[in-house]
């Protein structure tokens, strides 16, 4: 039987490794730019086997387009106290997680989206990822209220969301910031007064 702690330290050691990957992925692309920079050279600022690379990032692109985030948001929204409205859940849960991120984790964060809006085809791709986050946020809602994954209702509330973050921080402007929840806030206070969706 194997004894929790060396799972745990698995765990931590995996997380240390994929953030070095990123950190230095993202130093090269800031030093030489996105389409200079290969898989090669990033593993071996790492220290790591282009073969490790790959099983943390599938392609070059998924190191910046991966957000590490959404899992959190997803758990957070499941963890709302029952009766919560679901707007104001998945509000919740984005303020939970973004608020609870070190000033280091947030630093991290301002340079994906910096590096994804300087990159044309990056900022495509980021954007065709706004679907794939709909959904995601959507079947958490849905579960969350006992519904099936395609519920219609889950799917507008989480639309909207992402739509309130677009509209507030539009692709290819300033990246997300902790002061930008009393806007998604006051958006969705709109949303409530407007569609009375919570």
Do not use: C
């Amino acid at each position: 039987m194997t004894s929790s702690l060396p799972a745990g330290l698995r765990e931590r050691k995996k997380a240390k490794t994929r953030a070095a990957i990123r950190d230095h992925a993202m130093r090269l692309f800031e030093e030489q730019g996105w389409a200079a920079t290969t898989v090669e050279q990033i593993a071996e600022a790492a220290e790591v086997s282009p073969s490790t690379f790959f099983r943390y990032f599938p392609t070059k692109e998924d190191v910046i387009l991966t957000d590490d985030y959404d899992p959190m948001i997803v758990a957070a929204i499941k963890a709302q106290p029952p009766g919560t409205p679901p707007v104001r859940a998945l509000a919740n849960a984005m303020r939970e997680v973004f608020h609870n991120l070190t000033p280091e984790e947030w630093e991290s964060e301002r340079r994906r989206q910096r590096i994804y809006q300087s990159v044309p085809e990056l900022r495509a791709a980021a954007m065709n990822q706004t679907v794939s986050a709909i959904e995601l946020l959507a079947a958490a809602l849905a579960e969350r209220e006992g519904r099936p994954p395609d519920d219609r209702k889950s799917r507008v509330i989480a639309g909207a969301l992402v739509g309130v973050v677009l509209a507030i921080v539009p692709p290819g402007g300033r990246e997300f910031d902790p002061a930008d929840f009393s806007e998604v806030e006051e958006a969705l206070d709109m949303l409530e007064d407007e569609f009375k969706l919570r």
